[in-house]
């Protein structure tokens, strides 16, 4: 693992941006895995300054999104597809058949996993994932449990997530109770990945993903046994390692 710690989370999402944009340049036909939430703002951010500023196009690269709510309306205000659209793609020159979020409502949930696994597997895999991590250590909705997971699935979200998530909700009862997200195994198979966090809040989680033993009670643990990840800091998120 390469840990870099920055002052601000601008900085950090240049640096991120910069990593992103060396990928999109070195393949043709860019895959990127991407994810929700505070974490990845100021990367969009610098990515869509980029694409303005002519220095990086979309127009090649397909994208899979970790996760969605479950039972939400695609268009509400708080599913991932209206995050991702208000956050990334309705800025840049992406075309839309190559966007890919989880569908939050199938006919069949399980046909769903296995069809998303397959398109991320055709269109020759994951070639750099974005990651934020949870206050217990999920990465994706990979939540704390007793073994890691392994392709899209439909996941509980645990009583931590709800409390996380519930800031964008009107009421505690309104946090969709259930997730669709890929798997661990899915994560694992990306060829570069990136796990930015900052904050205070975050620093038991780092610190249990970088010192702590690989164990799926810390499901961002499994990244110690990936060859190519990059972990994105601030001082406060750092706060709590020991190097
Ligand atoms: P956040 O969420 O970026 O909103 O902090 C990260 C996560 O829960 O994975």
Redesign the pocket.
């Known amino acids: 693992m390469e840990v870099k710690i920055f002052e601000t989370k601008e900085q950090m999402g240049i640096y991120a941006a910069d990593i992103i944009e060396n990928v999109m340049k070195s393949k043709e036909f860019p895959v990127l895995g991407l994810?929700t939430?505070?974490?990845?703002i100021t990367t969009y951010n610098e990515l869509i300054k980029r694409y303005k500023n002519g220095e990086i196009s979309f127009k090649n690269v397909k994208t899979y999104n970790l996760d969605e709510y479950v039972g939400l309306p695609k268009n509400d205000k708080n599913s991932y597809y209206t995050f991702m659209h208000e956050h990334l793609f309705d800025k840049v020159d992406i075309d839309s058949e190559n966007i890919h979020i989880p569908d939050g409502n199938p006919a069949d949930i399980e046909k769903f996993c296995r069809e998303y696994d397959r398109e991320i597997d055709d269109a020759g895999g994951i070639d750099i994932q974005f990651l934020?991590?949870?206050r217990n250590g999920?990465?994706g909705f990979n939540e704390p449990s007793d073994k890691f997971t392994e392709g899209t699935y439909k996941v509980k979200l645990t009583e931590s997530?709800i409390e996380?998530n519930k800031r964008f909700f009107e009421k505690e009862s309104d946090v969709p109770k259930y997730a669709v997200t890929m798997g661990i195994k899915n994560i694992m198979k990306a060829r570069e990945i990136i796990l930015m966090a900052y904050g205070f809040n975050k620093a038991e989680a780092v610190k249990n993903m970088i010192e702590g033993p690989v164990s799926p009670s810390c499901p961002a643990s499994i990244l110690q046994n990936h060859p190519n990840v990059h972990v994105i800091l601030d001082k406060d998120a750092s706060s709590l390692l020991k190097k």
């Open positions: 994810a939430g505070d974490t990845p934020g991590i949870g999920h990465i997530t996380a």
